[in-house]
């Protein structure tokens, strides 16, 4: 993680990217053409509503889908055309935190945030996880059965386990969707602070309060890029 924001250099560039779904004879189209590029430590929010294609276009940058059409680089990899055995490798080297949490009910706290690491291959320290649950304000729920956790609780041992491999970008799908406001808050402060320590930070929500926080907002519409605004 760096330690200063770079305005400089293009961590993602998604240039003319189109994804569709279906056969050839009945193809619908998720997202595209969309042109993007994001910056290395920045904080970039992208908002629209249901079905405008937001969390299809982060799952693509994630990797976690194929594109149709256009290229995708993210550093120096270009996830178009990337190969099984290497898309593997670059997830490793990402985050991604969902809006329902995605925690293993059969794993306790402290063993799903080292799942993060294992699942990209990493071998994680032990103390390294508790720390990060300690930094979360989760000290008192370190070996606890994940479902005596509270929505909050859940979603920050999520963003633990996104962090405990070290990523390069975190990505966020809906981070605080099924979140009290108060916890909201707590997540939204835990995200700002990990960006001001330069972690780049690519988030999709339909809460157009998130704007307030982010360097450049992204408007989506109908699958395409409406608007996009620089906030700092």
């Known amino acids: ?3 200063s924001k770079s305005s400089s250099t293009n961590q993602i560039q998604i240039t003319k990217v189109s994804k569709f779904y279906g056969t050839k004879k009945d193809l619908v189209k998720a997202v595209g053409p969309v042109s ?7 904080l970039t929010v992208i908002l629209g509503r249901s079905g405008s294609g937001k969390s ?10 194929k594109v ?13 055309q990337i190969s099984s055995g290497n898309l593997a490798k670059y997830r490793s080297k990402i985050g991604i935190i969902f809006q329902f949490y995605n925690l293993l009910p059969n794993l306790n706290t402290l063993e799903n945030v080292m799942m993060g690491g294992w ?19 989760l000290e008192h729920r370190i070996r606890a059965d994940v479902k005596t956790l509270s929505g909050g609780e859940k979603q920050r041992v999520a963003i633990a386990r996104s962090l405990v491999g070290d990523p390069e970008i975190l990505f966020c799908d809906e981070p605080t969707g099924a979140l009290d ?9 835990i995200l700002v602070d990990l960006n001001k320590k330069g972690l780049t ?5 339909h809460n157009p309060d998130f704007a307030q926080i982010a360097d450049k907002v992204v408007n989506m519409k109908d699958g395409e890029i409406d608007s996009i605004e620089l906030k700092k």
């Open 119 to 137: 699942a990209g291959g990493k071998k994680i320290e032990e103390q390294k996880a508790i720390d990060l649950l300690k930094q979360f304000g």
């Open 36 to 42: 993007l590029d994001i910056e290395k430590g920045s």
């Open 68 to 80: 149709s059409e256009g290229t995708l680089k993210v550093g120096s990899d270009e996830i178009s």
């Open 1 to 3: 993680m760096t330690a």
């Open 181 to 189: 406001t108060a916890s909201e808050n707590q997540v939204r402060d």
């Open 201 to 205: 930070i690519v988030m999709v929500t």
């Open 56 to 65: 299809t276009l982060l799952n693509l940058m994630a990797g976690l889908d």
